[in-house]
């Protein structure tokens, strides 16, 4: 059986393949021996009508956030609803929200995507000779354009 996973913890516990920068081969590390540093992933161009949904928001403030884009004087008639991850059960079920809150005024289409996401292994010792790692692993997305339609 398999260890509980923790997005808290901030060093590899697990004996994970991983490729230096300059080798194409694969090596086994010591997770004693490197910090994992999980780098941002790359997003699409930022538009007044984009919402990037995330865990650490609080869900009614993001969908009060898209509510107003919506509703507000700023003329959107469209917004486009990103979730990465865990966050897509969240992008979603705030896209339904807002759709229901409407009374089937708005319509919904979505659109999935891999995203590629880079890891920085970095050693703990500074003193020890060994150099910075890196890994790629890829990541589910939705993007989901929450509009009224023409009439």
Not at 88 to 109: F, T
Not at 115 to 132: G, H, I, T
């Amino acid at each position: 059986m398999s260890e509980p996973r923790n997005p808290g913890m901030s060093s590899l516990h697990a004996v994970a393949p991983v490729q230096p920068s300059d080798s194409p081969c694969a090596v086994d590390i010591d997770p004693v021996e490197y910090t994992l540093r999980k780098r941002l992933p790359r997003k699409l161009p930022k538009r007044r009508n984009d919402v990037y949904v995330n865990m650490k928001t609080d869900f009614r403030a993001q969908l009060a956030r898209c509510q107003k884009l919506l509703d507000g004087g700023s003329g959107h008639r469209e917004i486009c609803v990103h979730g990465l991850g865990l966050a897509i059960n969240r992008a979603i079920n705030i896209a339904l929200q807002l759709q229901a809150s409407s009374q089937g005024a708005l319509q919904l289409a979505a659109n999935t995507s891999t995203v590629e996401l880079v890891d920085d292994l970095e050693p703990e010792d500074a003193d020890e000779v060994a150099e910075p790692l890196t890994r790629t692993r890829n990541n589910s997305a939705i993007h989901i354009k929450v509009f009224y339609p023409d009439p």
